[in-house]
C-alpha cells in the first residue's frame, strides 16, 4: 500500500495529511475552506485517491496560507508515497468537459518541478473563494511533489465549471501516472535510471 501521513506545522497553518495512492476515492477534509474542498474531492474521487486533510490556518487573515500550504503538504505526501517510481506509468493526461467548460492537464512524474497553468476565470471570486488561491495551491503541489505539470482551461464560460473541470482532471491524470504498469516492475520509467531531482 503506498500510503503516508505527513505533518507540516509552520506559525500560520498547521496541517496533517494521509494520502493513499491505491484507494478507493474516499475523502475527509476539515480546512476551514469550502469550496477548496469541494476541489479537492475532485482530486481524490477521480483519481481513486483516499485523501485525509485536517489544516489549521489564520482564516482570520484569509485563505491563502492555508490553500498553499495544503499544496506543499499534499506534494510532500504525494511525492513520499509515490515512493522511488519504479513500475510506474510515469505520464499522465485527461481531457474533462462540464457542460460548456472543457480542461487538459498533463503530468509527468519527472522529480523537476514544472507548472504551465494557464485559464482566465471568468470571475474573480467563486462564493467566497479568491481563484487566484488556485495558482498557489498548484505551485505548492508541484514544487514539493517534484512533478512537471500542465492545467490548460480549453474553454468555459461558468467559473465554477472551469475550476470544476481542472481538479477532475488533475485527478484522472495522476491517477493514469502512478498506476503500476506490470511489464515495467521495478523498472524506473526514464533512460536515466532516476526520476529524482
Known sequence: MRQVTVTRNTLETQITITLNLDGTGV??????VPFFEHM?????????????????GDLHIDAHHTVEDVGITLGQAFAKAVGDKKGIVRY???????????????VDLSGRPCLEYDCEYTRAMIGGFDVDLFGEFFRGFVNHAAISLHIDNLKGKNAHHQAETIFKALGRALRMAVELDPRMAGITPSTKGTLVG
Open 27 to 32: 475523502s475527509k477534509f476539515d480546512t476551514g
Open 40 to 56: 479537492l474531492d475532485q482530486v481524490a474521487r477521480h483519481g481513486l485517491f483516499d485523501i485525509e486533510i485536517k489544516a489549521v
Open 92 to 106: 499522465g493526461h485527461s481531457y474533462v468537459p462540464l457542460d460548456e467548460a472543457l480542461s487538459r492537464v498533463v
